[in-house]
């Protein structure tokens, strides 16, 4: 199975995957790629090569997210994410816009200095030290997860081993409630859920659900903020000088950054590791040969999947990117699933490769202030769960199509039916 294979059967000649046109048969004005369903399925690969061939920089006047600017080459995208002070991350990060009677701040979404001063409040959770201190732990619930799966049956990896383990790490970081852990999944998935997914029925049902985590959460706060400062999210942010103040829906905003990024991403990298190396068997066999290659493959998993597939900046000025235009308060989204197959900058971009040489150049923690702050506890997760499987297991075999989500924001899986079969 290919990366770049699609059932075409009940498809028209003009068409990649049903419903979904070529994109080399449409006006160059017309592509949008914003569409979820692209995503959902996987087709979105030619829509993004078209694109970095023929406008790098392109204008899509019309969309249901109204009209935006993509970034699709690995170095204009460096050069957005680096310059904040041209392309602001204020208001939303996502190329949907937040409601205006629904705002919710988070750091990932301010500027300098207020961005720096709500980041350093929560980064001491991933520092070295507490990295070091929390290893054994996700080694021994790795190792659990992965002694309960039924050995030669179907299951869903995504299920029972990705989400699973994110979110008891999850659990861990917030010092939240072991047996509600599931709520944690549930609450990352209406956050970032397209309406057309079936997870949320309507923006009023979403912000039911997320207002419910918020009044959860500030239960949480309301016991740490009168106890001694300690080691978790919730206490760091209940102390921090500069985050003790927020009220509801900025505490929200934050919670939700937090969940989102310490869950979704690292789950769909566990899932998207394992498609890969069953569509590439003889990077599989190159692993087993070769375990000491696991961190090496851990980067190029994260490349590879590339779990949040856009990140979106604002113009606060006219500039020009590209040789194009762009105007003050213009959307401008950076696509780094597109800059991670730039063949300019990586070579061999639409190969899955364990041993790639300099594998970290990816793009999918972002760069320059606003690069992911647990990219290291994701990095060790993703190892830490390799080695664990190499020990028990001589194959986890993809056993039938994965069923994608429906989101043009996170790329990830719902179900990966798989089978293990031990050692």
């Not at 075409?8 to 592509?31: F, H, M, R, V, W």
């Not at 979105?44 to 392109?58: A, G, I, Q, S, T």
């Not at 629904?102 to 301010?110: D, E, G, N, Q």
């Not at 290659?293 to 999947?305: A, D, F, K």
Request: hydrophobic share 35%; glycine share 6%.
């Amino acid at each position: 199975m290919s990366e770049a294979a699609v059932d075409i059967s009940t498809s028209s000649a003009n068409e990649i995957a049903p419903g979904i046109p070529d994109p080399y048969s449409l006006p160059l004005d017309k592509i949008d790629v914003s569409q979820g369903e692209l995503f959902r399925q996987d087709a979105h690969w030619k829509y993004f090569e078209r694109l970095r061939k023929e406008d790098p920089v392109h204008f899509c006047a019309e969309s249901e997210n109204g009209p935006y600017w993509s970034v699709t080459k690995y170095r204009d995208i460096m050069h957005v994410d680096t310059h904040h002070q041209i392309f602001s991350s204020e208001g939303s990060i996502t190329i949907r816009d937040q409601l205006e009677d629904f705002v919710l701040p988070m750091f990932i979404a301010m500027d300098p200095p207020k961005h720096d001063e709500q980041r350093k409040v929560v980064s001491p959770i991933v520092a070295p030290d507490n990295l070091a201190k929390m290893e054994g732990l996700i080694r021994e619930r790795a190792g659990k997860i992965l002694d309960g799966l039924p050995h030669n049956e179907e299951f869903n990896w995504v299920d029972r081993v990705s989400i699973e383990l994110t979110t008891q790490m999850l659990a861990t970081l917030f010092d939240f409630p072991f047996e509600d852990r599931r709520k944690l999944t549930r609450w990352s998935d209406v956050a970032t859920a397209d309406l057309n997914s079936g997870l949320v029925e309507s923006e009023e049902a979403r912000q039911a659900e997320l207002l419910e985590c918020a009044e959860y959460f500030i239960g949480l706060w309301n016991e740490r903020v009168n106890s001694e400062p300690g080691s978790d999210l919730i206490s760091m942010l209940a102390h921090g000088e500069s985050t003790r103040n927020m009220d509801k829906m900025e505490y929200l905003g934050n919670l939700i950054l937090l969940i989102v990024g310490g869950n979704d991403t690292t789950r769909n990298s566990i899932s998207g590791g394992v498609l890969a190396l069953n569509q590439n068997p003889g990077e599989y066999k190159k692993l087993l040969e070769n375990p000491e290659l696991i961190p090496n493959m851990v980067s190029e998993i994260i490349r590879w999947q590339t779990p949040l597939a856009h990140m979106r900046r604002t113009a606060l000025e006219d500039t020009e990117l590209g040789g194009k235009q762009i105007k003050k308060g213009d959307k401008v989204i950076m696509w780094y699933v597109s800059g991670n197959r730039d063949g300019e900058v990586i070579d061999r971009p639409d190969e899955f490769i364990i041993d790639r040489p300099r594998a970290r150049q990816h793009m999918s923690f972002g760069y320059g202030i606003h690069r992911c702050v647990g990219n290291r506890l994701a990095e060790m997760q993703l190892r830490i769960i390799w080695e664990e499987i190499l020990k028990r297991f001589k194959k986890v075999e993809v056993v039938g199509e994965p069923r994608r989500i429906l989101s043009s924001f996170v790329k990830g899986y719902e179900t990966l039916p798989v089978k293990v079969h031990p050692l």
